[in-house]
């Protein structure tokens, strides 16, 4: 612990003193400025368009998901209250029978040894679903959703909605993978995620090159994309919020906000998954929950403009008025991103969060994982987006903005969060103290489960030594300062593009091998109904 914490000041320092030392043109910008180039070309390969306005990226995710809302029987509806009765543990004789029923000896089980292979994993089904919902349930959800609004409109909270239901059938594809295929060491450390299931399931199919190839892309790209979404655009918005509260101007004081929340995280992420659930299984309900009371107060404040609200997103949604949105297409494609961007169904990451549980049915974690998005993005997502166009009734700004995120409020510009602060502040006295504080929890406690994501990736393509890991680590907490520093656009269009790019990987590893998900589907409720019988 403390060579690692004297690895940190010494790595961070450096970083601190040419804060103080720069130029009169200020650290943020020019991290900015050397970031955005990358930054640019990144996303322009990652969003490649098959025709105007319209990525493939985006129609591979939306595609897929439709597909196996519709080979599954719609299982974001059906296992609805399955997924509920697992988490609350009402299941969890199944995974620790010992002896009875026949039935439950399955694919060669015999009784007397279920208890002891369901001990494989490392955190609970509560656990497991607390800290991937950690990794989603971020500032997509109050940056995010103020994001696609500015752009598009209230109509882009539609297909927001949409995109999260049918990302629940997606969702409980790669997390039951992500236990089927994975790996767990002599010391009962678990590995897996999609660059494990992709090269294993592949392997059983004879495409052994194709998953090796498919399965070190998704590690690079899930590695991106904890230094992107899942880590500097978390510390963006989080900067954006206390120098905002603080009414800080300095031009590098993004950078020294960024080298305190490296320090934070850094602490934190030490002990791997177990530390990281027991913080998450405490910080996200809470967060979650504080967050959504106070929307529920602006709502229900409002209550006589919550129909007026909906009939917006809905009339919008096919009709939209925002400027430079450019129609349906344009609007639909805005509420996809953003969905997609904040609840990651189809990007693989919380499938190596998943992968951790412990428990003998593969499909019993996948279950469990739909309630993701449901959660992430038709719940919190669709209240942020209430407030917001509540507030925006009097015509605090113009919908589209300046086309790319920013709006004038008061003839002052604001963006992502700062546009859900104005909101909030509108109803709430102190809110923005409030709401700081939601920001950087909301910051903290995905940045730390996406190191997590990101530290199992680098695993698999460097191995599991401590000189791997300390690397990992270190670079980790560089992208916080850098995403600190750099502005929202050029941090987001980085982390849009390594969140994205994580897709195409994954969906080669999810229809290889979804005929896998509903065999192991079949075998788990075989066993829920051997257990009532």
Not at 305 to 317: K, M, N, P, T
Request: hydrophobic share 50%; proline share 2%; with cysteine.
């Amino acid at each position: 612990m403390n060579k690692y914490l004297l690895s940190l000041v010494t790595f961070l320092i450096p970083i601190l003193n040419f804060a103080q030392e720069t130029s009169e043109k200020g650290l943020d910008q020019q991290i900015d400025e050397a970031f955005k180039p990358f930054s640019d070309l990144i996303s322009s390969i990652v969003f490649f368009e098959i025709f105007e306005g319209a990525p493939f990226v985006i129609i591979l995710l939306v595609g897929s998901a439709l597909f196996f809302s519709l080979y599954f029987g719609f299982p974001n509806f059906r296992y609805f209250l399955t997924s509920i009765n697992i988490v609350r543990g009402k299941y969890d004789n199944i995974d620790h029978h010992e002896s009875g029923s026949p039935e439950l000896a399955i694919d060669g089980d015999i009784k007397g040894t279920i208890e002891d292979e369901s001990k494989e994993g490392e955190v609970t089904h509560f656990q497991a679903l607390a800290t991937a919902v950690s990794g989603t349930v971020g500032n997509g959800n109050i940056a995010g959703v103020a994001l696609a609004i500015a752009l598009g409109g209230p109509g882009a909270t539609f297909w927001m909605i949409v995109c999260g239901l049918l990302g629940m059938s997606t969702k409980f594809v790669e997390c039951t993978l992500g236990v089927q295929y994975r790996d767990v060491d002599e010391e009962g450390t678990v590995y897996g995620g999609p660059m494990y299931y992709i090269s294993k399931g592949l392997k059983e199919r004879g495409f052994v090159m194709l998953g090796k190839i498919a399965a070190i892309l998704f590690a690079i790209f899930c590695i991106g994309g904890s230094f992107g979404g899942g880590n500097a655009a978390q510390s963006n918005q989080a900067t954006i919020v206390i120098k905002d509260l603080l009414g800080i101007e300095s031009t590098s004081a993004g950078a020294i906000i960024g080298i305190v929340l490296a320090i934070l995280v850094g602490v934190i992420i030490i002990g791997g998954i177990k530390r990281i659930a027991s913080v998450t299984e405490k910080v996200v309900p809470f967060m979650a929950i504080l967050y959504l009371v106070a929307c529920l107060y602006i709502i229900l404040s409002n209550f006589s403009l919550v129909d007026d609200a909906i009939g917006l997103i809905v009339s919008e949604a096919f009709n939209p008025k925002a400027i430079g949105v450019g129609g349906i297409i344009g609007v639909l494609l805005v509420g996809f991103k953003r969905a997609a961007f904040s609840n990651e169904a189809g990007a693989g990451s919380a499938s190596i969060a998943h992968s951790a549980v412990k428990t003998k049915y593969s499909a019993s974690e996948g279950l469990v994982a739909l309630l993701e998005p449901f959660i992430d993005t038709v719940v919190i997502c669709t209240m942020t987006a209430l407030v917001i166009i509540i507030f925006n009734f009097d015509g605090a700004f113009i919908y589209g903005g300046d086309g790319l995120g920013s709006v004038m409020i008061d003839g002052v510009s604001y963006e992502g969060a700062g546009i859900t602060s104005q909101a909030f502040a509108q109803y709430i006295p102190y809110s923005n103290v409030f709401l700081t504080i939601a920001v950087v929890l909301f910051a903290v406690s995905t940045m730390i489960s996406w190191s997590y994501y990101g530290l199992q990736s680098w695993k698999f393509l460097f191995g599991r030594g401590k000189a791997a890991d300390l690397t990992y680590k270190l670079l980790f907490l560089l992208f916080v300062v850098i995403g600190a520093a750099a502005s929202m656009n050029s941090i987001w269009a980085f982390s849009d593009a390594m969140i994205f790019a994580m897709v195409f990987p994954n969906m080669i590893g999810l229809f290889f091998l979804f005929p896998v998900v509903k065999k192991q589907l079949k075998r788990y409720l075989d066993a829920i109904k051997a257990s009532n019988a």
